[in-house]
């Protein structure tokens, strides 16, 4: 393809370029002498048919004449690659407006429905994957998704590490990781660990199966609130509900204000209380933040009922391309591994980090979900059974430091696997105990 560039003999307010390959032509229109539009023209052409071929068009890009050819190519291809997945799509569905069921192979995501109310102001509806566009330009607002509805603390952890971001509520965790893999979202923030509830297994299993990357971490003091509708009283209570890590960590202090109440877990605390207020549950409270009672209409029976408050939840983000890692300020690399043989290596494998004066934060075993069980034969008493294990450590290093690297060396000769999953900045803002931000 040629350059853009203009040159002195070419007549500067006239330039029209024509591009073709199969199912794609790029027109390109000199406008004025400083600008250009690129025009993407996509044609289905279906098999043993001679009816005329339907063509969609898109204005990509206006853009300066020194601007990168990569740019206007990356979002023609991704367009254009959109435009065929939604023909495909509206021919095995038999055709209209709702024949789109995937994008590039992946089933559609099933973001959160956010419902308006009359009261309050309209809460910001997810991005479906019929949305799918190139990544945001330079300056523009990232897209990090969370899990939970507007209101849920995950929303709070995604603005504290993004400010002036654009959150995008997810269903699930396993959503969140998918918006960032298809280009739904730039940046995933999912919690891992809590003061008191401990590691969110989920998203630990998580990690392993997708193939994004940690770029950082965020600490957010978490202040729970039990929350009701309007004019309830706590003695007509029956039942509590709330994500099973917020439960967990109010438990001591329920029982205290002497509820005889029932808890039952959903998927998350903001969720909670927009499930009240959507059914006019009048038996029933969620263990939810401030915020999330000014969204939904809902009333403070008691404030900050957490057991402790140092109550604090870690929070990874996530995104498809690591970042690279520096020494001018504190790092911390995120590692899984495993091995062959069980965990009679695991102490040959904390002493590369001993003998090299690297601290460890964090180490989380879970079951290796591939191999279960191993057996171990014994003529003398049989075979025995143990369990497999994945090994996740957090260790207080930057992969640029020679030190790291030797470390990696050393664990990568005992073990038979070993993935890095991100080494990135650590959170070093100061901590004070959770509070109600009003």
């Not at 439960?247 to 001591?252: G, K, T, V, W, Y």
């Not at 809902?298 to 520096?326: C, H, K, W, Y």
Request: net charge neutral; glycine share 6%.
């Amino acid at each position: 393809m040629h350059s853009l560039s203009p040159s002195p003999a070419i007549d500067l307010k006239s330039i029209t370029r024509t591009t073709s390959s199969p199912g794609l032509k790029l027109t390109h229109h000199r406008v004025g002498p400083t600008r250009f539009v690129t025009q993407c023209v996509s044609r289905y052409e279906p098999a043993n048919s001679s009816a005329a071929a339907p063509t969609t068009r898109f204005n990509i890009a206006a853009g300066h004449v020194g601007g990168a050819r990569h740019e206007w190519q990356s979002a023609c291809a991704i367009l254009a690659s959109k435009v065929v997945s939604q023909q495909q799509d509206t021919e095995k569905s038999g055709g209209g407006a709702d024949g789109l069921s995937n994008v590039n192979g992946h089933p559609t995501l099933d973001l959160v429905p956010v419902k308006e109310s009359n009261s309050y102001a309209p809460l910001p509806k997810p991005l479906s994957i019929a949305d799918l566009s190139p990544a945001p330009m330079h300056g523009s607002k990232l897209r990090v998704a969370y899990q939970g509805v507007p209101g849920a603390y995950s929303e709070a952890a995604a603005g504290k590490a993004y400010p002036n971001c654009e959150a995008i509520p997810c269903d699930q965790f396993e959503v969140a990781f998918q918006a960032v893999e298809l280009w739904i979202a730039d940046r995933a923030v999912l919690p891992v660990e809590n003061s008191l509830g401990g590691s969110i297994h989920r998203n630990y299993d998580l990690l392993l199966r997708h193939r994004l990357h940690i770029v950082g971490e965020v600490q957010l003091p978490v202040h729970h609130c039990l929350l009701s509708l309007p004019g309830v009283r706590k003695e007509y209570l029956t039942r509590v509900i709330s994500h099973p890590q917020a439960l967990s960590q109010c438990e001591h202090t329920l029982t205290k204000m002497g509820l005889n109440v029932a808890r039952e877990a959903v998927d998350d605390t903001a969720g909670a209380a927009e499930y009240i207020a959507t059914n006019n549950l009048r038996d029933t409270a969620a263990i939810a933040s401030a915020r999330a009672a000014e969204l939904y209409g809902m009333q403070i029976l008691a404030d900050g009922i957490q057991d402790d408050s140092g109550n604090v939840t870690r929070f990874v983000m996530l995104a498809r391309e690591p970042i690279i890692p520096r020494t001018d300020r504190p790092f911390k690399t995120s590692i899984v591994f495993a091995h062959d043989k069980g965990t009679s290596v695991l102490f040959k494998v904390l002493s590369a980090f001993a003998f090299r004066n690297i601290s460890l934060t964090k180490i989380e075993s879970r079951p290796h979900r591939n191999r279960p069980i191993r057996l171990v034969d014994d003529a003398n008493v049989g075979t025995a059974k143990h369990f497999e294990y994945m090994f996740y450590v957090d260790f207080e290093a930057s992969l640029a430091e020679a030190r790291a690297q030797n470390a990696l060396a050393e664990v990568q000769e005992f073990t038979s696997f070993l993935r890095v999953l991100g080494s990135y900045p650590m959170d070093m803002t100061p901590w004070t105990p959770s509070s109600r931000e009003d």
